[in-house]
């Protein structure tokens, strides 16, 4: 088979693929930390002049053994070159990386780590399970190790049946697949995923989120970048979303889609005779707000802890409630909020990154 040139993201140590041998392996298992970036900068300069674009500011966060957390952010963002930092591919500007304990430029630290590009590329002459040879080849897997997990994981992937066939032929969610299969044959502890559900049908998507879940039903730990929001908020214990750079929010999921957030939708039948007076009283309960009316009946949006008060009223207007229902804020709300910075009139205002 002929082998192309290294992809040097994943040439790693000959050591064992277990990596961090000795005592920084140690220290990181005691201290269960998988993954922390501590104030990430990393500045570009670009053109002639040397101007420079700020990619990421001042980044810190923690993944810990187990967890999984989605990093979020409009286009250009930074999360591909935060990720590419974390992978010694470029160099911070500021700040510092640790990876298992080390520096991300420990060979054995990446080691441990399965990497999902954003775009991933093939040499397309090759066949899956040559690809997947290479890249057992660079993480130092020996032949019996590779000849059992290759097949095993196209399997895994659903690509058995093209396991024989070149690449060129290929679409680019059966792609995808292979990009996830290549992560996984190391059978690392950290996965990190940039953009790992884009351009799949529906049908992909649901098939590389399930497997995702399986994953970190294993016990591994995921980083991942989607702008499928609903996604990460499936597979997610805590998220971090960037706008232009900087962090605008960060934590447990629980915590930053807050129960006291929760809103309530009220249907109201209003009684015919005195209808006005019913409809001005409902409306006038703090919080409250109309979101639809057709003839007698109204739509309300209301803070949750409002709810007794609206009953208590619908009661005293000789109204009827038809229906009652809680919404919590989604995720998307938030991404909006904070990150897309939508402005009353619903324009998005923004540039990608910044220049200085
Ligand atoms: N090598 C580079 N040289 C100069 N600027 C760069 C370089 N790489 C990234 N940038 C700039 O840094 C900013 C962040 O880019 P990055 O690719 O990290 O964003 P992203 O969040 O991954 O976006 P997307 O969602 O589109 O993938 C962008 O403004 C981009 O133009
Ligand atoms: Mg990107």
Redesign the pocket.
Known sequence: MRLPPGAAWFRVGAGDRAGCTGANKRVAEQQDDILTLDHLGKT?R?GFWGKK?V??RDVSLTLKRGESLGYL??????????IKCILNLIQPTTGKIHLFGADPSDANARARVGYLP?APYFYDYLKPTEVLDYVGKLYGLDAATRKKRIPMLLDRLGLSQAMDRELRGFSKGMLQRVGIAQSLLSDPDLLIY??PLSGLDPIGRKEVRELMAELRQEGKSLFF?S?VLTDIETLCDAVCI?DR?EVVAQGRLADLLRMDKLESEAVIELPVDGLETARSQLLALPGVELMAQRGAILRLRLPTDVVPGLTAAVVEAHATLRELSQRRESLEELFVQKALHVSTDGQRAAP??RSM
């Open positions: 570009f670009v674009v990619a990421v952010g409009p286009n250009g963002s930074g999360k591909t070159t935060s954003e940039d953009e970048s702008h960037l750079g990608a990154a």
